[in-house]
Protein backbone atom coordinates (compact mmCIF):
# COMPACT_ATOMS: atom_id res chain seq x y z
CA UNK A 1 0.00 0.00 0.00
CA UNK A 2 0.71 3.53 -0.16
CA UNK A 3 3.29 4.82 2.19
CA UNK A 4 3.18 9.13 3.36
CA UNK A 5 6.09 10.40 5.16
CA UNK A 6 6.06 14.17 5.92
CA UNK A 7 8.62 16.32 7.23
CA UNK A 8 9.59 18.46 9.43
CA UNK A 9 6.70 17.25 12.88
CA UNK A 10 7.61 20.64 13.71
CA UNK A 11 8.13 24.27 12.26
CA UNK A 12 8.44 27.63 14.11
CA UNK A 13 9.03 30.89 12.26
CA UNK A 14 8.50 34.10 12.78
CA UNK A 15 6.10 36.53 11.19
CA UNK A 16 6.20 37.00 7.75
CA UNK A 17 8.85 34.11 7.33
CA UNK A 18 8.13 31.70 4.83
CA UNK A 19 7.55 27.93 5.94
CA UNK A 20 7.96 24.68 3.91
CA UNK A 21 6.78 21.41 4.96
CA UNK A 22 8.02 18.62 2.48
CA UNK A 23 5.87 15.03 2.05
CA UNK A 24 6.77 12.02 -0.33
CA UNK A 25 5.24 8.94 -1.24
CA UNK A 26 5.57 5.58 -2.38
CA UNK A 27 2.97 4.14 -4.78
CA UNK A 28 3.70 5.75 -8.52
CA UNK A 29 0.30 5.14 -9.03
CA UNK A 30 -0.88 7.72 -7.16
CA UNK A 31 -2.41 11.07 -8.62
CA UNK A 32 -3.84 13.39 -6.01
CA UNK A 33 -2.41 15.17 -3.47
CA UNK A 34 -4.35 17.33 -0.92
CA UNK A 35 -2.94 19.45 1.83
CA UNK A 36 -5.12 20.12 5.01
CA UNK A 37 -4.84 22.47 7.44
CA UNK A 38 -6.22 21.37 11.26
CA UNK A 39 -6.92 24.08 14.27
CA UNK A 40 -7.03 22.68 17.84
CA UNK A 41 -10.37 20.81 18.18
CA UNK A 42 -11.29 21.06 14.54
CA UNK A 43 -11.16 18.97 11.88
CA UNK A 44 -8.90 19.13 8.31
CA UNK A 45 -9.96 21.35 6.17
CA UNK A 46 -8.60 21.14 2.87
CA UNK A 47 -6.09 24.11 1.83
CA UNK A 48 -4.90 23.29 -1.78
CA UNK A 49 -4.33 20.39 -3.86
CA UNK A 50 -2.80 19.08 -6.95
CA UNK A 51 -3.31 16.58 -9.36
CA UNK A 52 -0.52 14.61 -11.20
CA UNK A 53 -0.83 16.12 -14.14
CA UNK A 54 0.28 19.65 -12.70
CA UNK A 55 4.18 20.71 -11.34
CA UNK A 56 2.37 23.39 -9.38
CA UNK A 57 0.27 25.44 -7.79
CA UNK A 58 -0.53 28.88 -6.31
CA UNK A 59 -3.52 30.08 -3.75
CA UNK A 60 -2.21 33.37 -2.96
CA UNK A 61 0.56 32.51 -0.18
CA UNK A 62 -0.05 29.03 -0.33
CA UNK A 63 1.60 26.90 -3.05
CA UNK A 64 1.66 23.41 -3.89
CA UNK A 65 4.70 22.16 -5.59
CA UNK A 66 4.90 17.78 -7.22
CA UNK A 67 8.24 15.97 -8.18
CA UNK A 68 6.60 13.05 -9.76
CA UNK A 69 9.79 11.18 -10.44
CA UNK A 70 11.14 11.97 -7.09
CA UNK A 71 7.52 11.28 -5.92
CA UNK A 72 7.80 13.93 -3.43
CA UNK A 73 5.10 17.36 -3.01
CA UNK A 74 5.87 20.75 -0.60
CA UNK A 75 3.83 23.07 0.26
CA UNK A 76 5.06 26.44 0.87
CA UNK A 77 3.81 29.14 2.95
CA UNK A 78 4.99 32.89 2.35
CA UNK A 79 4.53 35.80 4.72
CA UNK A 80 3.49 33.79 7.57
CA UNK A 81 0.52 35.36 9.62
CA UNK A 82 0.38 34.02 13.65
CA UNK A 83 -3.58 32.11 12.36
CA UNK A 84 -1.59 29.92 10.48
CA UNK A 85 -0.22 27.94 13.12
CA UNK A 86 -2.06 24.25 12.61
CA UNK A 87 -1.38 21.10 11.99
CA UNK A 88 -0.67 20.28 8.43
CA UNK A 89 -1.19 17.29 6.80
CA UNK A 90 0.09 15.77 3.18
CA UNK A 91 -2.06 13.07 1.62
CA UNK A 92 -1.71 11.16 -1.58
CA UNK A 93 -4.44 8.95 -2.93
CA UNK A 94 -4.28 6.67 -5.78
CA UNK A 95 -5.73 3.34 -7.37
CA UNK A 96 -7.26 2.00 -4.22
CA UNK A 97 -9.32 5.48 -3.68
CA UNK A 98 -8.48 5.52 0.36
CA UNK A 99 -6.01 8.53 0.89
CA UNK A 100 -3.13 7.98 2.89
CA UNK A 101 -2.32 10.85 5.16
CA UNK A 102 1.65 12.22 6.62
CA UNK A 103 1.80 12.15 10.50
CA UNK A 104 1.51 15.83 10.28
CA UNK A 105 3.67 18.99 10.59
CA UNK A 106 3.02 21.16 14.01
CA UNK A 107 3.22 25.05 12.41
CA UNK A 108 3.95 27.62 14.95
CA UNK A 109 4.22 31.53 13.82
CA UNK A 110 5.74 33.43 16.18
CA UNK A 111 4.61 37.36 16.65
CA UNK B 1 -26.11 20.30 4.31
CA UNK B 2 -23.98 22.42 3.77
CA UNK B 3 -20.85 20.35 5.60
CA UNK B 4 -20.16 16.66 6.61
CA UNK B 5 -21.49 16.41 10.63
CA UNK B 6 -20.87 14.39 13.02
CA UNK B 7 -22.34 13.45 16.37
CA UNK B 8 -21.89 13.79 19.23
CA UNK B 9 -19.38 16.09 19.26
CA UNK B 10 -17.74 14.83 22.31
CA UNK B 11 -19.06 11.71 24.65
CA UNK B 12 -17.48 10.14 27.54
CA UNK B 13 -17.92 6.49 28.52
CA UNK B 14 -17.09 3.87 31.08
CA UNK B 15 -14.99 0.98 30.27
CA UNK B 16 -16.75 -1.57 28.46
CA UNK B 17 -20.08 0.16 27.40
CA UNK B 18 -20.74 0.30 23.56
CA UNK B 19 -20.64 3.66 21.52
CA UNK B 20 -21.52 5.32 18.70
CA UNK B 21 -20.72 7.82 16.20
CA UNK B 22 -22.90 9.10 13.69
CA UNK B 23 -21.63 10.99 10.70
CA UNK B 24 -24.00 12.72 8.10
CA UNK B 25 -21.91 13.55 5.05
CA UNK B 26 -22.68 16.29 2.26
CA UNK B 27 -25.64 15.43 -0.22
CA UNK B 28 -25.17 13.73 -3.23
CA UNK B 29 -21.32 12.33 -1.78
CA UNK B 30 -21.46 8.50 -2.24
CA UNK B 31 -18.07 8.17 -0.80
CA UNK B 32 -17.81 8.16 3.01
CA UNK B 33 -14.69 7.89 4.90
CA UNK B 34 -13.97 7.14 8.55
CA UNK B 35 -10.62 7.92 10.54
CA UNK B 36 -9.02 8.03 13.80
CA UNK B 37 -6.81 10.49 15.50
CA UNK B 38 -5.34 9.67 18.66
CA UNK B 39 -3.67 12.62 20.23
CA UNK B 40 -0.59 14.70 18.34
CA UNK B 41 -1.46 11.81 16.35
CA UNK B 42 -1.23 11.01 12.44
CA UNK B 43 -5.19 10.29 10.64
CA UNK B 44 -5.77 6.31 10.88
CA UNK B 45 -7.82 4.90 8.30
CA UNK B 46 -10.42 2.88 9.21
CA UNK B 47 -13.26 2.08 6.94
CA UNK B 48 -14.40 3.39 3.52
CA UNK B 49 -17.87 3.23 2.16
CA UNK B 50 -19.31 3.43 -1.53
CA UNK B 51 -22.68 3.92 -1.46
CA UNK B 52 -24.24 1.38 1.27
CA UNK B 53 -21.30 -1.04 0.69
CA UNK B 54 -17.86 -1.17 2.16
CA UNK B 55 -15.37 -2.17 -0.13
CA UNK B 56 -12.42 -1.70 2.31
CA UNK B 57 -12.77 -1.97 6.19
CA UNK B 58 -9.35 -3.21 6.29
CA UNK B 59 -8.44 -0.66 9.12
CA UNK B 60 -11.15 -1.33 11.85
CA UNK B 61 -8.70 -2.11 14.74
CA UNK B 62 -10.65 -4.88 15.83
CA UNK B 63 -13.82 -6.95 15.47
CA UNK B 64 -15.30 -4.45 18.54
CA UNK B 65 -15.33 -1.89 15.83
CA UNK B 66 -18.47 -1.82 13.00
CA UNK B 67 -20.08 0.34 10.61
CA UNK B 68 -22.89 0.41 8.60
CA UNK B 69 -24.37 3.24 6.12
CA UNK B 70 -28.00 3.27 5.08
CA UNK B 71 -29.23 5.00 2.37
CA UNK B 72 -26.56 5.66 0.81
CA UNK B 73 -26.68 8.29 3.33
CA UNK B 74 -25.77 8.47 6.72
CA UNK B 75 -23.16 6.16 9.21
CA UNK B 76 -22.97 5.08 12.20
CA UNK B 77 -19.73 3.55 13.25
CA UNK B 78 -20.04 1.26 16.69
CA UNK B 79 -17.87 0.49 18.78
CA UNK B 80 -18.71 -2.73 21.39
CA UNK B 81 -16.89 -2.83 24.64
CA UNK B 82 -14.68 0.52 25.15
CA UNK B 83 -10.92 0.11 26.18
CA UNK B 84 -9.05 3.00 26.93
CA UNK B 85 -7.19 2.90 24.04
CA UNK B 86 -10.43 3.78 21.74
CA UNK B 87 -9.79 6.77 23.26
CA UNK B 88 -9.65 9.50 20.18
CA UNK B 89 -10.99 11.75 17.72
CA UNK B 90 -13.24 9.95 15.27
CA UNK B 91 -13.24 11.97 11.91
CA UNK B 92 -15.79 10.90 8.99
CA UNK B 93 -15.09 12.66 5.51
CA UNK B 94 -17.11 12.71 2.38
CA UNK B 95 -16.65 13.57 -1.50
CA UNK B 96 -18.57 12.26 -4.50
CA UNK B 97 -17.91 9.50 -6.53
CA UNK B 98 -15.25 9.03 -8.92
CA UNK B 99 -14.24 6.60 -11.58
CA UNK B 100 -11.31 4.55 -11.00
CA UNK B 101 -8.07 6.45 -11.29
CA UNK B 102 -7.37 10.08 -11.97
CA UNK B 103 -10.63 10.94 -9.59
CA UNK B 104 -9.42 13.66 -7.75
CA UNK B 105 -12.84 14.17 -5.71
CA UNK B 106 -12.03 16.31 -2.92
CA UNK B 107 -12.40 15.07 0.79
CA UNK B 108 -14.29 16.71 3.45
CA UNK B 109 -13.88 16.30 6.65
CA UNK B 110 -16.26 16.77 9.47
CA UNK B 111 -15.50 18.40 13.20
CA UNK B 112 -15.17 14.88 14.15
CA UNK B 113 -15.90 13.06 17.46
CA UNK B 114 -13.93 13.26 20.63
CA UNK B 115 -14.48 9.93 22.76
CA UNK B 116 -13.03 9.57 25.90
CA UNK B 117 -12.73 6.20 27.63
CA UNK B 118 -12.70 6.51 30.99
Known amino acids: GENVEQHPSTLSVQEGDSAVIKCTYSDSASNYFPWYKQELGKGPQLIIDIRSNVGEKKDQRIAVTLNKTAKHFSLHITETQPEDSAVYFC??????????FGRGTSLIVHP | GAGVSQSPSNKVTEKGKDVELRCDPI?????LYWYRQSLGQGLEFLIYFQGNSAPDKSGLPSDRFSAERTGGSVSTLTIQRTQQEDSAVYLC????????????????FGEGSWLTVV
Open chain 1, 91 to 100: AARGVSYIPT
Open chain 2, 27 to 31: SGHTA
Open chain 2, 93 to 108: ASSLAGAGVGSGNTIY
